[in-house]
Structure formats: structure tokens, C-alpha cells
């Protein structure tokens, strides 16, 4: 994947810090989060640090655990990366 520019996050920043974002908008831990989500703290915890790459399944759980969509966590995410449609 190419790396952006300066002036912007690589994609895997700005999962991880879409992710963050919301969870903290909630005042959940990473362990209630998991809990939620049906996923393994270390895991919320390795997607918030960049780590690993989230699965759409896991997205849609971590969304739907944190009363937001799909979509909001996108536009969050593109926003950070400077993505513009053609």
C-alpha cells in the first residue's frame, strides 16, 4: 500500500485512531469494548495501536458496540487520511 504524504496518517493510523475516538466517546475501556464486541481486549487493543487491520465482521461488531455505523467510522477514517473521491 502506498504511504500518503506527509500531511496526512497512513491508513492503519487512522483506523486505529477513528477507533479510539469512538470508543472514548462511549467511556468504555478497551476491555469493555471487547466484551461488547465479542472480541478479546488485546485485539481492541492491537487495532487502537495500529497493529492489526480490522475485518469488516469486526468493524461492523465494534460499530454496532458503540452505537455508531459503519459509514460514521469511515468518514472519520478518510478524513484523516485527506481521501477526496474523484
Known amino acids: 500500500m502506498p504511504q500518503s504524504s506527509d500531511s496526512h496518517v497512513s ?40 497493529r492489526r487491520y480490522p475485518s469488516i465482521r469486526a468493524i461492523f461488531n465494534i460499530c454496532e458496540s458503540l452505537g455508531t455505523t459503519p459509514a460514521s467510522l469511515v468518514e472519520d477514517i478518510q478524513e484523516r487520511i485527506g481521501f477526496k473521491p474523484r
Do not use: S
Request: net charge positive.
Open 11 to 50: 491508513l492503519q493510523q487512522a483506523i486505529a485512531a477513528a477507533l479510539t475516538k469512538a470508543r472514548n466517546r462511549r467511556k468504555l475501556t478497551q476491555e469493555e469494548l471487547g466484551y461488547r464486541a465479542g472480541y478479546d481486549p488485546v485485539y481492541i487493543n492491537m487495532l487502537e495501536r495500529g
